[in-house]
């Protein structure tokens, strides 16, 4: 009994002194993270930069705001594991401009629109922040984010635009690009930093 008393006292020390990171993702955090980073969008939109300059704001969006490790050892797939340490990173970091062109593309098209929070709800141990796009001369549509704090911070590690998934998108499409590349990882991070 002693003993069952010493090991829980242990545990309750123990779960008192983790960093509190691990607890703190909630409904509201999750809606937070979300809000800040669509108001960041839209400031870059608003900014009225050249394209070049809205997609470097649109990468560092994309590095503050998600999981890029996550997403991009998602997006290389099975192929990661015959990936070097060194290929992982470079790829990481290629993967991040590509995808802030890409979705700066498609974030163009927000220019004097705006997303709403729609509703949040918890799923297992992540959270889904679903938004509403009301864009000019388009029926509103869903943009659907997920957020865990697997990092230690809340991020958005998935997102859903009209029922696109992000992830899954990305995996077929690196899938394909490295599959015309005959395998050759090198040659995919080259020809990501180019593509959009």
Sequence with gaps: MMYRRMFLSGLSATIAAL?????????NSAEKLVIAL??????????QKSEQAM?????????????????????LGVDARRATSAQKKAFSK????????RYGKRFREFIGGRLE?????????????????????QAPFDVTFQ???RTGKAKFYNMFIEGVNLLLTERTEIGAMLDRRKGDI???IADLKKLS
Excluded: C, M
């Design 19 to 27: 960093p509190q990171t691990l607890w703190a993702l909630s409904a």
């Design 38 to 47: 669509v108001n960041d969008i839209n400031k870059v939109i608003d900014s």
């Design 55 to 75: 997609y470097k704001d649109f990468e560092r969006i994309f590095k503050k705001y998600s999981d890029t490790s996550y997403i991009s050892a998602y997006a």
């Design 94 to 101: 290629a993967f991040q401009g590509y995808i802030a062109r």
């Design 117 to 137: 929070v729609d509703s949040v709800k918890q799923v297992k141990k992540w959270y889904e922040v679903s938004t509403i796009a009301h864009l000019k001369g």
């Design 147 to 149: 957020v865990s704090d």
């Design 186 to 188: 090198d040659k995919l």
